[in-house]
């Protein structure tokens, strides 16, 4: 399996700040990389895949840069209703593994 | 409009078998590039991916589990039905199904809203 490690695992940030979400992975999966929003008691929503296509309907604010093992996700002015749980997951090969999520909390 | 919805018991107990049912609309298991996967997150917890069926009948298993699932599809009635065998509590989780087209390469786009897997004598 593909191990997929985001950092941090937790933030704390303010509303404007912008924020940065790193995910590596354990080989080389391309552009294969996908990134996540998830609510409280919500199913995750898709904010970008291969690596930094925007998702049809998701804000401008969020986008995502990377290749080969490194990837980021970057949240240019935090907003209240960003406040979420956020899981990178790569789909270069089956099983399509997760990170372990990283939860951004109000400062 | 594509849509997905889970079906099935919400308490098991040990040993015995799950098996859940996704029903889904806006789409065809059919078409080319298609496919459902089952992901699940147990309480407080990350994803796990679990498996996944693609138009052609083309099936893949999380390796650590393999032996305990099976995934098929029922093209007519616009379902998969999802089984795993033998129980545990740690299986306690909400298990989600989710539709993924170009045979995933552009993510998860639409979730079904999950249920909640209880195991538990």
């Given at each position: 399996d593909i191990q997929m490690t985001q950092s941090p695992s937790s933030l704390s940030a303010s509303v404007g700040d912008r924020v940065t979400i790193t995910c590596r992975a354990s080989?080389?999966?391309?552009?294969?990389l996908n990134w996540y929003q998830q609510k409280p008691g919500k199913a995750p929503k898709l904010l970008?895949?291969?690596?930094?296509s925007l998702q049809s309907?998701?804000?401008?604010?969020f986008s995502g840069s990377g290749s080969g093992t490194d990837f980021t996700l970057t949240i240019s002015s935090l907003q209240p209703e960003d406040f979420a749980t956020y899981y990178c997951q790569q789909?270069?090969?089956?099983?399509q593994t997760f990170g372990q999520g990283t939860k951004v909390e109000i400062k | 409009q594509i849509t997905l919805k889970e079906s099935g018991p919400t308490l098991v107990k040990p040993t015995q078998t799950l098996t859940l049912t996704c029903t889904f609309s806006?789409?065809?298991?059919?078409?080319?590039?298609v496919g459902v996967g089952w992901i699940r997150q147990p309480p407080g917890k990350a994803l796990e991916w679990l498996a996944l069926i693609y138009w052609n009948d083309d099936k893949r298993y999380s390796p650590s589990l393999k032996s305990r699932l099976t995934i098929t599809k029922d093209t007519s009635k616009n379902q998969v039905v999802f089984t795993m065998t033998?129980?545990?509590?740690?299986?306690t989780a909400t298990y989600y199904c989710a539709h993924m087209g170009h045979m995933g390469a552009a993510g998860i786009d639409y979730w079904g809203q999950g249920t909640l897997v209880t195991v538990s004598s």
């Open positions: 080989q080389t999966i391309g552009s294969y970008i895949y291969a690596a930094f309907g998701v804000p401008s604010r789909s270069y090969s089956t099983p | 806006g789409f065809s298991l059919r078409t080319s590039g033998n129980m545990d509590p740690v299986d």
